[in-house]
């Protein structure tokens, strides 16, 4: 869920590698058994898959487990260049999928019945995996909507009320600290970009947009500018942690404590459960903070789609299984039950999401949380070069959060975008 992209394939313009992947396929059905391969790294997917094997004889899918991450696009990558050894299907994290698509890698599957699924899934889930347009290269899957987890216990002694709105995150986090300064609500993680960035969509910014044949680059727009100062003062005043997340001190620190919040996404109770075990029963779920409590929006930290790739000779049959993977109500609630994921289909929560994380037994309402969270996630849309994006961000803002300068937050912003632009031209992609 924290991974970024390595860019295998340079096109000079994106138009043609859409114009490329969209005559890839939309070839007739197939007659006779067929055999699809479906590479994934979510635990248990051959128990899904058994599912739709055993309803349909005349096509089996075999998955094969594979690494996530970057690892998972080079290995892609690497088999489309050699002209064979990918598989029919593939999962692939939305922000891998501008390369993938850049790459010829995936194919455009809206003639391949593709489209029809559009009505299962909110419009950001679906610009996601459109690309903003209307050739379509993968169907949603699992979603990370952010959240805020907090210690009831806590608070509750403290006297403090979950905060609403970014300014009660902040009032909160002084009180918390003062009353204890071994104690934050949070923490600022330059080792998460994917975090800062899902902050970022929230408050209504996108890194990259596309403009006919052209990229843009916006890395450092004035949205993003406030969500970095907002945390570099936090930061400066001490009032938080500036240490990054999933390290063996922040791990400790849920269990001890000392880390009283945590701004994460619909996935963070399999974390807590790992890594605070004994902390059971003391934390609660909430909206994520907002800019703007009459108007709710929110990010995503994570998420991935189910895509066909340009190799498969059987591209409405993979089509036919990535829709009814992420769609069917037998197999979303298979998903829930052995994947351990969010799905996308926006229907999830009366299918399948019906009792909360047993990490959050007694919270009734966890999924209805995480269900309005998912139906206010802003538009974004991820580049070619993510990750170079997201390695300069680490960089940046790991000077910028040791020296706990809010004036570096801001160059370090300005640093990502120019060297994610420069990225770009450098690569010989056309660049507003």
């Known amino acids: 869920m924290r991974t970024s992209i390595r860019v295998a394939a340079i096109l000079a313009a994106v138009a ?27 635990p248990n997917m051959d128990k899904v898959a058994a599912i739709w094997n055993k309803s349909h004889p005349d096509i089996h899918v075999t998955v094969n487990k594979q690494d996530g991450g970057d690892a998972a696009v080079t290995k892609l990558l690497t088999a489309i260049k050699a002209g064979s050894g990918a598989p029919d299907v593939m999962q692939a994290e939305y922000q891998k999928l ?12 809206s003639g391949d019945g593709g489209s029809a699924a559009k009505k299962e899934f909110t419009s950001s889930a679906w610009n996601a995996v ?46 918390i600290h003062a009353a204890d300064p071994t104690q934050y609500l949070g923490t600022f993680s330059s080792g998460d970009p994917g975090w800062f960035s899902g902050l970022t969509q929230q408050a209504g910014a996108s890194w990259w947009s596309i403009s ?36 063996p001190a922040w791990n400790a620190a849920l269990n001890t404590g000392k880390q009283v919040g945590w701004v994460s996404a619909v996935w963070g109770p399999g974390v807590l459960a790992g890594n605070a075990a004994d902390t059971k029963g003391k934390w609660a779920a909430a909206p994520l903070p907002q800019w703007n409590a009459s108007s709710p929006s929110d990010g995503n930290w994570g998420g991935s789609s189910t895509g066909v790739t340009t190799q498969s000779k ?27 994921i969010y799905p996308a289909d926006v229907n999830a929560t009366k299918i399948a999401l019906t009792t909360p994380p047993d990490f959050f037994s007694t919270q009734s309402d966890f999924y209805d949380i995480a269900a309005a969270a998912s139906k206010t996630v802003a538009p974004f849309t991820y580049g ?14 790991a000077k910028a959060a040791q020296s706990k300068d809010s004036a570096q937050f801001l160059t370090a912003l300005s640093n990502v975008q120019t060297t994610t632009r420069a990225d770009l031209v450098k690569s010989g992609f056309t660049v507003k």
């Open 16 to 42: 043609l590698a859409l114009g490329t992947a969209a005559c890839s396929s939309g070839g007739g059905a197939s007659s006779g058994p067929v055999n699809l391969t479906y590479w994934t790294w979510a």
């Open 98 to 109: 501008p390369t993938l698509v850049s790459a010829n890698a995936l194919a455009d599957i």
């Open 130 to 175: 459109t690309l903003g347009g209307s050739a379509l290269y993968a169907i949603p899957q699992d979603t990370g909507p952010m959240m805020f987890y907090y210690r009831t216990d806590i608070f509750s002694k403290l006297g403090l009320t979950v905060p609403k709105t970014w300014d009660e995150y902040a009032a909160d986090a002084k009180a």
């Open 212 to 247: 006919g044949k052209a990229w843009g680059v916006n890395v450092d727009s004035a949205a993003a500018q406030k969500v970095a100062k907002y945390w570099g003062d936090l930061v400066q005043e001490g009032v938080i942690d500036n240490n990054p997340m999933y390290t």
């Open 314 to 340: 059987h591209p409405k049959e993979a089509t036919e299984f990535a829709v009814w993977l992420n769609t069917n109500p037998t197999a979303i609630k298979a998903l829930v039950a052995d994947a351990a």
């Open 384 to 397: 070619p070069n993510v990750n170079v994006a997201y390695s300069a961000y680490t960089d940046e803002f």
